[in-house]
């Protein structure tokens, strides 16, 4: 739900908050895919169609769209929906390149589905 706290002064989703749920998003989509630690390289294409008022909740939803041998490319989408008539309509549409990671930071790479375990795949 949005909360005035995260608005700007119109009274919708300030668009650095709308970023950083999408960013949290990728990281979720990208750490499941390759089930280590991975980190954002770039943020592509954000998209902002409509605004998302205060009071509003959102839904997003992230998938991986690319493996390379180190990075991912995922893409988010936020709904936003209104609580009491349930109308939904896309607010926002961004695309995220995140890279596998070792412990020190250096990119590794991203596992092939053939090679994770038949419980990481579901």
Same mark, same amino acid.
């Given at each position: @739900?949005?909360?005035?706290?995260?608005?700007?002064?119109?009274?919708?989703?300030?668009?650095?908050? /709308?970023?950083?749920?999408?960013?949290? /998003?990728?990281?979720?989509?990208?750490?499941?895919? /390759?089930?280590?630690?991975?980190? @954002? /390289?770039?943020?592509d294409?954000?998209?902002?169609?409509?605004?998302?008022? &205060?009071?509003?909740?959102?839904?997003?939803?992230?998938?991986?769209?690319r &493996?390379?041998?180190?990075? @991912?490319?995922?893409?988010?989408?936020?709904?936003a929906?209104?609580?009491?008539?349930?109308?939904?309509?896309?607010?926002?549409?961004?695309?995220?390149?995140? &890279?596998?990671?070792?412990?020190?930071?250096?990119?590794?790479?991203?596992?092939?589905?053939?090679?994770?375990?038949?419980?990481?795949?579901?």
């Amino acid at each position: @739900m949005v909360f005035p706290d995260q608005a700007n002064h119109y009274g919708t989703l300030f668009g650095g908050n /709308a970023l950083s749920l999408m960013g949290k /998003a990728a990281f979720v989509a990208a750490t499941r895919r /390759a089930r280590c630690p991975v980190v @954002m /390289a770039t943020s592509d294409r954000t998209e902002f169609h409509v605004p998302v008022r &205060v009071g509003e909740l959102v839904e997003l939803n992230a998938r991986v769209i690319r &493996v390379g041998r180190t990075s @991912m490319t995922v893409v988010v989408e936020m709904t936003a929906e209104a609580l009491v008539t349930g109308a939904r309509r896309l607010a926002v549409r961004g695309s995220f390149e995140m &890279v596998a990671v070792d412990g020190t930071g250096k990119p590794v790479p991203v596992p092939r589905p053939s090679l994770l375990s038949e419980e990481t795949q579901t």
